[in-house]
């Protein structure tokens, strides 16, 4: 599996896991779980270029970091909004 | 500026009341001397936490800049309405440098930046080593980072699931103990390793340290995933006019560091050979000699530091190498495990990235969600790590504890003939 193919695998998977009505945001190994046949650092490295590409996006649990896609479920933000001046 | 609102903070001004300096003190201040809102909001809030003892933070979200997954800690107040000034409050991770030196104008530039974009408050050093900027809101993010890069030429740390900024001691610039350039290796693995260090790699977090020597200052068996740690292979210096002017009294014990009180006589027995891990050691009274078995010594170089002018560690030097430690998460506190006893380590550092490489790529592949690397040797056991994982041969001293297991269970290829030997004819050799 090229680095290509690689990212379309990827980005499928969020899209199905979010259809299912599954997690919206999955940790590095999950993903490397969902494809088996890839080595995890390849897997890390495509996933990494789709969030330079704003496909992907990071969301942090303070200590580990997951992959999400943009604008779906719960933003960056964490749902919290600045109140009015 | 507007007029600042001060809360009334009963709680934890008691906390000014202590024979220590007090964070308190420096907050309020700061706040005072520049009217800044945010710092007084903090002791607002904490303040509440007392009160109602829980904490008013919420964390996650943002991790860093573009292109970077680490760095920043997203905080939120839940007290939007009470501490406006500190709805968001993230923590910014500097990336310090090797040994912690700094050029006082390079700080001053960094606290002017940090006065105009974030709180003002900062913390020397958190506990992964890194600067800790606290409390900004998220526009500044980017310019902050811009700041640091361009400016200052600075980078950020590490967090979430990546390397963590590597720490070691201040090595050959102060300490004549230092067995290795532990600042050159800190550098350059740090900068081999940028891209885990900045983008999320691993089921967990990952730390190294270096210290120079086996005292360890940094306290890296206890904190880091992989240690390095200066030791020596050949044996210990002695020079045994010194070991005798210290049994005489003549000089004084750990470099008189403990001379605040007066510990009686010094008794080389009792301080010295007695208290030898490994009892190695042995003082002829009549002959007025030390003597040190250096094939046992396990270099804890509590004598060294106890006689420092008599002895000196070996002169053919490297690292070991520790892996494992942690803090309790999943299965408790533990201290790191020795895997390689010694290593000789020259740039380009090859055989050690090697190393490092062969490490994570099987915690990569078979590391838990938020497991770190000591976790999954306890899983997997200690054993097949050396073995199998990382290709080396089992020593003596990876054995903490003799087997108290009388059953050995043995792998197919170890057995002669296999499972499917010809039983019959092993009998016809071994009729009983």
């Known amino acids: 599996m090229n680095k290509e193919e690689l990212k379309q695998k990827i980005i499928q998977i969020m899209e199905e896991k979010v259809k299912k009505g599954g997690k919206t945001k999955i940790y590095l190994k999950d993903l490397q779980r969902e494809i088996p046949d890839a080595n995890p650092r390849e897997i890390k490295n495509a996933a990494n270029e789709l969030v330079r590409e704003g496909k992907l996006e990071y969301f942090s649990t303070g200590s580990t970091v997951m992959f999400g896609l943009p604008g779906v479920g719960m933003g960056l933000e964490a749902g919290v909004e600045k109140p009015e001046e | 500026?507007?007029?600042?609102?001060?809360?009334?903070?009963?709680?934890?001004?008691?906390?000014?009341?202590?024979?220590?300096?007090?964070?308190?003190?420096?907050?309020?201040?700061?706040?005072?001397?520049?009217?800044?809102?945010?710092?007084?909001?903090?002791?607002?809030?904490?303040?509440?936490?007392?009160?109602?003892?829980?904490?008013?933070?919420?964390?996650?979200?943002?991790?860093?800049?573009?292109?970077?997954?680490?760095?920043?800690?997203?905080?939120?107040?839940?007290?939007?309405?009470?501490?406006?000034?500190?709805?968001?409050?993230?923590?910014?991770?500097?990336?310090?440098?090797?040994?912690?030196?700094?050029?006082?104008?390079?700080?001053?530039?960094?606290?002017?930046?940090?006065?105009?974009?974030?709180?003002?408050?900062?913390?020397?050093?958190?506990?992964?080593?890194?600067?800790?900027?606290?409390?900004?809101?998220?526009?500044?993010?980017?310019?902050?980072?811009?700041?640091?890069?361009?400016?200052?030429?600075?980078?950020?740390?590490?967090?979430?699931?990546?390397?963590?900024?590597?720490?070691?001691?201040?090595?050959?610039?102060?300490?004549?103990?230092?067995?290795?350039?532990?600042?050159e290796l800190d550098y350059e693995l740090t900068m081999a390793f940028q891209d885990e260090l900045h983008r999320p790699a691993f089921p967990y977090k990952f730390k190294f340290k270096f210290s120079g020597c086996p005292l360890d200052c940094v306290a890296a068996v206890a904190r880091a995933d992989m240690s390095f740690i200066g030791t020596w292979r050949d044996d210990i210096r002695i020079d045994q006019e010194a070991v005798r002017a210290y049994v005489r009294g003549e000089l004084k014990p750990n470099a008189g560091a403990f001379s605040d009180r007066d510990w009686g006589p010094f008794d080389i027995k009792k301080e010295v050979i007695d208290l030898c891990p490994t009892k190695c050691m042995y003082w002829d009274e009549n002959e007025q000699k030390l003597y040190i078995n250096n094939s046992e010594c396990n270099r804890c170089m509590h004598c060294i530091a106890v006689m420092p002018e008599a002895l000196r560690p070996g002169q053919d030097t490297g690292i070991a190498i520790l892996i494992g430690a942690k803090a309790p998460i999943l299965e408790g506190a533990q201290l790191s495990t020795l895997i390689v006893p010694f290593m000789k380590v020259e740039p380009p550092y090859d055989e050690l990235k090697d190393f490092i490489y062969k490490a994570w790529d099987y915690w990569m592949e078979n590391g838990k969600n938020r497991?770190?690397?000591?976790?999954?040797?306890?899983?997997?056991?200690?054993?097949?790590?050396?073995?199998?994982?990382?290709?080396?041969?089992?020593?003596?001293?990876?054995?903490?504890?003799?087997?108290?297991?009388?059953?050995?269970?043995?792998?197919?290829?170890?057995?002669?003939?296999?499972?499917?030997?010809?039983?019959?004819?092993?009998?016809?050799?071994?009729?009983?």
């Not at chain 2, 050029?103 to 080593?129: I, P």
């Not at chain 2, 997997?380 to 087997?403: A, C, D, S, W, Y």
Request: proline content about 4%; some cysteine; aromatic content about 12%.
């Open chain 2, 1 to 183: 500026m507007g007029e600042v609102k001060k809360h009334d903070t009963p709680k934890v001004d008691q906390l000014k009341t202590g024979p220590w300096p007090s964070f308190v003190d420096d907050i309020y201040s700061y706040a005072e001397k520049h009217k800044n809102q945010a710092c007084f909001d903090i002791m607002g809030q904490m303040e509440l936490s007392y009160t109602n003892k829980e904490t008013h933070w919420k964390h996650g979200g943002i991790v860093g800049v573009f292109g970077y997954g680490g760095g920043v800690i997203g905080r939120y107040s839940d007290q939007q309405e009470k501490f406006p000034a500190i709805w968001a409050f993230h923590t910014v991770r500097v990336h310090h440098t090797a040994g912690k030196w700094y050029h006082t104008s390079a700080l001053k530039k960094l606290c002017d930046m940090w006065d105009s974009r974030g709180s003002g408050v900062v913390n020397f050093h958190g506990s992964t080593g890194d600067i800790i900027l606290l409390g900004t809101v998220t526009d500044q993010l980017e310019p902050i980072f811009f700041d640091l890069t361009h400016q200052l030429h600075w980078d950020l740390g590490g967090s979430g699931s990546n390397l963590r900024s590597p720490a070691c001691c201040m090595g050959k610039s102060r300490c004549e103990w230092a067995l290795i350039d532990v600042q």
């Open chain 2, 371 to 432: 497991e770190r690397i000591g976790e999954l040797i306890q899983r997997v056991g200690l054993n097949k790590f050396i073995t199998e994982v990382m290709g080396l041969t089992p020593i003596p001293q990876h054995v903490r504890v003799p087997r108290d297991n009388p059953y050995i269970f043995w792998k197919e290829e170890e057995v002669e003939g296999g499972w499917t030997r010809d039983v019959a004819e092993f009998r016809k050799r071994h009729p009983a």
